[in-house]
């Protein structure tokens, strides 16, 4: 038997139901996982809430490490006593074990940790594309990148700096700017206190910034809008607020041409070779210590309801993890 997360119907933390289910066998182009940790993200929260939707009954969570057990026909990548992560596939990381399609597993080098790669893949790989892709980010430009002490944000920080690139990061409180800073980011703006869209005008000099990476949504949208200088992207790749205000193209063409995307990662590792490809940069990275991975919470698979308590309630920075064994 196999101890995984389920749910059932959408709603609050109390909706996520620990139970047991038999494992099977991997089908052909799949693999069978024994997880050694996996990773929390806000992108559970909105599949738990339905913001996200999914067939129910279903599993959550979008990335794990551990070690493969079994492999289909077809799977010459892998074998097993491989150790393997992924982000990436349908919801169902939050298990001891699940059978995944080996096309969103790459194999893990043995500097990094199983617990490092649960808390690092999803996001690690997250700014990989924001920063090389979605907008390619050159040195000496200045970006806004709102939530700069979670997860996604403390690696953006680190990547920026590695790339020297001036970060200008928001938080919601003095201990997460210290901690903003400490991995990077030029300057920290508290947007409890001030308000963000004056302090950026203040530290370009009137001029705006060419990026804003927002993940905050609804509270942040037409606000970051007004901190681009022409011909600026607004990249909007989440909504731990609430998903972001329906708005008229006018307000793009009246603050100066502006561009707009609204990126996934699932879209930018479709392809087996580029996969590969963002998942060796961020190899790279970890192994050169240009990037740190901050692993600030550690829970239990019994205590995921906490873990998406804490996450909704902003008590958490850096990045959080499952120990699964």
């Not at 991997?26 to 809430?49: C, M, W």
């Not at 011909?231 to 329906?246: K, Q, T």
């Not at 995921?304 to 309630?313: F, G, K, P, T």
């Amino acid at each position: 038997m196999n101890k995984v997360v389920r749910i059932t119907q959408t709603g609050g933390a109390e909706v996520m139901q620990i139970v047991d289910v038999p494992v099977g066998a991997p089908s052909a182009g799949e693999v069978l996982i024994k997880h050694k940790a996996v990773g929390l993200n806000y992108i559970d929260v909105y599949f738990r809430t339905g913001l996200y939707k999914q067939v129910l009954p279903a599993g959550l969570g979008m990335e794990g490490a551990g070690i493969v057990e079994a492999v289909g026909a077809g799977v010459t990548q892998f074998k097993v006593g491989d150790r393997v992560a992924y982000a990436g596939g349908p919801p169902g990381a939050y298990a001891e074990r699940r059978i995944i399609n080996a096309s969103v597993l790459v194999k893990l080098p043995e500097f990094i940790s199983f617990e490092t790669a649960a808390a690092v893949m999803l996001q690690g790989l997250t700014v990989q594309y924001l920063f090389r892709r979605t907008f390619k980010v050159r040195p000496g430009q200045t970006i806004l990148f709102h939530a700069a002490a979670g997860g996604v944000g403390l690696l953006a920080c680190q990547w920026a700096r590695a790339l020297g690139v001036k970060m200008i990061g928001t938080v919601s409180n003095d201990n997460k700017g210290e901690l903003a800073k400490a991995n990077g980011c030029a300057h920290v703006i508290n947007y409890v206190e001030e308000d963000f869209v004056t302090k950026v005008d203040e530290i370009t000099q009137g001029k705006g910034v060419p990026v804003v990476y927002d993940s905050i949504g609804k509270d942040t949208f037409l606000r970051s809008l007004d901190c681009l200088s022409p011909l600026g992207m607004m990249v909007s790749f989440g909504s731990s607020s609430g998903a972001a205000p329906d708005f008229s193209l006018n307000e793009l063409s009246s603050r100066g041409s502006l561009f707009i995307t609204r990126p996934s990662l699932m879209h930018y590792t479709a392809e087996r070779s580029e996969l590969d490809l963002m998942a060796a940069e961020l190899f790279a990275m970890l192994e050169a210590k240009k990037l740190t991975v901050n692993i600030n919470q550690r829970y239990a698979l019994d205590d995921v309801a906490r873990a998406h308590q804490d996450l909704e309630r902003r008590k958490t920075t850096g990045s959080s993890i499952l120990l699964i064994d």
